[in-house]
């Protein structure tokens, strides 16, 4: 499987950005797709996931009610919405990947073996 993420940029305080993770090669029905960030000096942190097929989703506490996770069937894409941006959700985001990674586990990065490379965010006060 590869990703390629795209997206990143500046935004002011409140705005909004549509990050896109473009998947290919061996996408299965059981592929879990997730989200995570890491900002400078901390750890990676789980922003959200989403299941191929069933299209179950997840988020983290931080995100939840402010950002979507979404499939786009025709492009091969999973998208992420972001909106109400604050400057606590300046990071690095990565897009992931792993296959029949049970839904408690989603939140993990060692659960994932396939990463895309890291765009950035940054939300300006």
């Known amino acids: 499987v590869q990703l390629q993420a795209s997206g990143g940029g500046l935004v002011q305080a409140g705005g909004s950005l549509r990050l896109s993770c473009a998947a290919s090669?061996?996408?299965?029905?059981?592929?879990?797709v997730g989200w995570f960030r890491q900002a400078p000096g901390k750890e990676r942190e789980f922003v959200a996931a989403?299941?191929?097929?069933?299209?179950?989703?997840r988020y983290g506490d931080s995100v939840k009610g402010r950002f979507t996770i979404s499939r786009d069937n025709a492009k091969n894409t999973v998208n992420l919405q972001m909106n109400s941006l604050k400057p606590e959700d300046t990071a690095v985001y990565y897009c992931?990947?792993?296959?029949?990674?049970?839904?408690?586990?989603?939140?993990?990065?060692?659960?994932?073996?396939?990463w895309g490379q890291g765009t950035l965010v940054t939300v300006s006060s």
């Open positions: 992931a990947a792993g296959n029949s990674i049970i839904t408690s586990a989603q939140t993990m990065a060692a659960q994932y073996d396939y």
């Open positions: 090669g061996s996408i299965r029905s059981n592929t879990v």
């Open positions: 989403i299941k191929w097929g069933s299209r179950h989703t």
